[in-house]
């Protein structure tokens, strides 16, 4: 081949571009490409068109899909395509020969295609072959022969080539794509025009990687003195072995062994002896003290501790089911009727797949226990777990073996606490499983969940199917808002609402009462609580829809009466209420709100939040100032909107309800709903709203005994709204007497208690002109 190689080819001045990733191309070398981008594919077809040619420039950030000009340097190599065929997925194939080195000018065009103006880089002559330069050479070709006996891989034609070939430049050009050298440093020994200068980098860049394949044959001479010497502790070990053998010593039965006798023992699937007796082969083969056998023992004890086609067998009697439910829980009828349904079709189909219950409700309406109350009237084991802050997927699918310290997920984990392959299962708090970049847990669940998919669920860990289709899974939430979709959909919604005041007193009575006197130590005082102390505290002492306060403050009862029994050997065996407010204090909570305020602008209304129903009191100044509406109290998106709903009903309606609008363009108006620092939201306050400015502007106060709920609009139509129990309990709670709820909820009145409908009286209102008309007439 001539040295001036370019000379024999007319390279044209205008020439397509082509932005290459991750190479450099150099002269004289000759490279398949494969182009893949749609800018590329049209750059190979435009210069296949004009005389083959094509110039080949390096892209600075190889992550960029479309390149612009500032993202390609400017110099490159001018290349002739030698083949180019079509492949069957879009993409083309060519093989590319290096002729010269070249530098863009100007960009004359960036779409379609880079076509750009080119000035040929002339190498600079090599004056005189010094006995310096020809050292260079033979010393390059040295380090070449020193790094193929490293291990570095060269063809025969490229070492051939380097023997033969004298010149500097095209010596080094040859060399670098041939070499693991950085994409910034390739792109400099190619712009550099000097042929001796680029030689001599050419071969600080072969030292230095002789130097890293110096270090690297060290590693890996240490790692095999290592495992020399953990194979001759393995030899010297079993010869220790057979010694004590031929002498009769240490004749016990190996750990191995043990476990093999385990697992004759064991009514395990084949496919999972197969794989402990794999495990139990390797771990044979190692040292004991090794850290892979204390990973493999692990496994193992793992794997064999799990109940593998262990059961219990179902003892269900519908009798026996429904006492071990009235027992343990007070009314909620519906959900033991549910509860019953489900054990009846258990009862006639063994391997029934039905849905997952999942129970919603507030803190403390006995979610947890109704699970442990299912396990008791199946015969069954009670595992939980709760899920409330888990953000790793691993937690449910367990981590793999390769990481230190790694377990199998919650999901086998209870398993083996159960001791059984069918327990009763309880997911608690599922809605609030929590995401992050680390996984999404609620994802892991949908198989866990499904009885299609969980007879074969695989614990990263253990990394054996194992069969879940048999758990009886039930899980909890507060909050049904929260959880996935795909998840809920798997699931069977249970509402559990708050429980009344005299639900509470019945719960108190029988259940509460009974077990802090035995958790106290307090059975041998003969205490008595009479109805008026356990009301005294429902009433005055706790404002909640379940009943955890009041177990926590007839407790703080309880211990207040034995510390008095220790100190002064006297204390008050009949419980009332005058005892109650002498150990509790003074009294948190008001219970009867009426004749508590009597002015205008002041209103309730009705909240559910995910710990049940609340009282909210909505409050409605008029002061001098710029026309409008404030809104304070923490309120969000929704509530803020449905304020200006009813605000835009009170004005379009102004001259029907009797309201000067000079007020509306001369006088702000402020809305504030207590407590500031809790955040509220949602459409249901939009009638309460609308109300309470009317009462302020027409200077008329609404009674105290009043409590209203439902969405507004700026027709003032009253949509429903949900949580119509929840919100009529609350307002039984806090002594309300009249509550006006949407008509389209008189549908939700059939689930309410007919004690709550006794003690109320509900009024159902289609449009805010009813109420106006009921409240003020």
Partial sequence: MDERFEDTFTIPEEIVALPVKDIVVFPYMLIPLVASRPVSSKAIDEALLKGRMILCLTQKDSNIEEPSSQDIYRVGTVCIIQRMRKLQDGRTRIILQGIAKARVVEFLAENPVFKVRINIIRELPVADFSVETEALVRTIRENLKKMESMGKQFSQEFSSLVQTINDPGRLADIIVPNLTVKIEDAQLILEEPDPIKRLKKVNEFILRENEVYQVQQKIQDRVKEEMDKSQRQYLLMEQLRAIQKELGIGGEMSDVQEIRQKILQMNMPDEVKKEIEKQLNRLESMHSDSAEASVIRNYVDWVISLPWNTYTDD????????????????????????????????????????????????????????????????????????????????????????????????????????????????????????????????????????????????????????????????????????????????????????????????????????????????????????????????????????????????????????????????????????????????????????????????????????????????????????????????LGDVMKESAHTALTFLRSSSEILGINTEIFMSREIHVHVPAGAVPKDGPSAGLAIAISIYSLLKNRPVSTDVALTGEITIKGRVLPVGGIKEKLLAATRSGIKNVIIPDENQKDLTEIPPLILKKLTIKTVKSANEVIEYLFS
């Fill in 315 to 634: 003892n269900i009697v519908l009798r026996d089911a429904r006492r071990i439910l009235d027992e343990d829980h007070y009314n909620l009828e519906k959900i033991k009727e549910r509860i019953l349904e489900f054990l009846s079709v258990r009862m006639i189909k063994k391997d029934h797949k039905g849905p997952i219950l999942c129970f919603v409700g507030p803190p403390g309406v006995g979610k947890t226990s109704l699970g442990r109350s299912i396990a008791r009237a199946m015969g069954r084991k009670f595992v939980r777990i709760s899920l409330g802050g888990i953000r790793d997927e691993a937690e449910i699918r367990g981590h793999r073996r390769t990481y230190v310290g790694a377990l199998p997920g919650k999901i086998i984990q209870g398993l083996k606490t159960a001791g059984s392959a069918n327990p009763v299962f309880m997911l608690d708090e599922v809605d609030k499983i929590g995401l992050d970049y680390r996984g999404d847990p609620s994802s892991a669940l949908l198989e866990v969940l499904d009885p299609e998919q969980n007879n074969s669920f695989v614990d990263h860990f253990i990394g054996l199917p194992f069969d879940l289709s048999r758990v009886l899974f039930i899980t909890t939430a507060n909050h049904p808002d929260t959880i996935p979709e795909p998840l809920k959909d798997r699931m069977e919604m249970i509402y559990l609402s708050g429980y009344t005041e005299e639900e509470k007193t019945e719960i108190a009575r029988r259940h509460i009462i009974p077990r802090q006197i035995v958790e106290n130590g307090a059975e041998n005082l003969g205490l008595d609580f009479r109805k008026s102390a356990i009301t005294e505290i429902i009433r005055y002492y706790t404002r909640e829809a379940g009943v955890r306060n009041l177990e926590r403050e007839i407790s703080s009862v309880i211990r207040k009466i034995i510390r008095e029994k220790v100190e002064k050997e006297k204390y008050p065996q009949t419980v009332n209420g005058k005892t109650v407010n002498r150990y509790l204090g003074i009294r948190k909570f008001s219970f009867d709100l009426k004749g508590e305020f009597k002015e205008a602008g002041i209103i309730h209304g009705l909240a559910w939040t995910p710990f049940g129903g609340e009282i909210l009191t909505i409050e409605s100044a008029l002061m001098n100032g710029k026309p409008g509406l404030t809104l304070t109290g923490h």
